[in-house]
């Protein structure tokens, strides 16, 4: 079967996972939540701006009752050492005893991810999960709980369905691999 290559800015990706394959995933995550979570009024969190196509075609597939809202988190220059601090904005609800489900388009090192567990834990939830739509294992160095994985992938660039390179190739339907 022939590659299918885009370029995204200067760059050649190939397709990765087709938007079936990302449908599928879609489906079975949207399962594994009403499973866990119906009956919980759960409020899901996306993170900004990656994953706000993973949130919105998970979220339209939930037919319980939860609530949805985006965050965005922030660099600032810090005046601490470690210089650039990211701020998590956006929280303006009551988050004390609710089931949280934070969003995620990738995870890859973890640190955004325990940067956002750190600061949601001041709000005094219930609990909070996680669902990120993929991971990459290899290049994962913080020691943090995923509930809920799309897909696994190598330690390579991907863009596509939210995921961006230089800013462009978030509006693509499907996820590609960087190519060279
Ligand atoms: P982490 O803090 O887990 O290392 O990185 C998480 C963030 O890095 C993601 O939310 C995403 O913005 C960016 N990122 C990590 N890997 C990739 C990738 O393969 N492609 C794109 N487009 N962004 C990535």
């Known amino acids: 079967m022939a590659q299918q290559l885009v370029r995204v800015d200067d760059r050649q990706f190939s397709l990765y996972i087709s938007e079936a394959e990302i449908e599928k995933e879609v489906t079975r995550i949207a399962g594994e939540l009403k499973r866990d979570l119906a009956g919980r009024d759960p409020i899901f969190m996306g993170i900004l701006n990656g994953a706000f196509m993973f949130a919105s075609d998970l979220f339209r597939k939930l037919d319980f009752p939860c609530q949805i809202t ?30 949280v489900v934070v969003l995620e388009d990738i995870v890859d090192t973890g640190i955004t991810l325990e ?24 290049a994962t160095i913080r020691k943090i709980r995923l509930d809920y994985v799309g897909r696994e992938i190598p330690n390579d660039f991907v863009v596509g369905y939210g995921l961006d390179y230089n800013e462009y190739g978030r509006n693509l339907r499907e996820i590609y691999q960087v190519v060279d």
Do not use: C, D, W
């Not at 988190?73 to 998590?88: C, D, F, H, N, P």
């Open 115 to 138: 940067t956002i567990l750190m600061q949601l834990s001041g709000y005094q939830p219930a609990e909070v999960r996680v669902a990120t739509f993929l991971h990459k294992p290899e």
């Open 70 to 99: 985006f965050l965005k988190l922030a660099s600032y220059s810090g005046t601490g050492s470690t210089g650039t601090v990211k701020q998590l904005i956006g929280i303006n609800r009551e988050l004390r005893n609710r089931v």
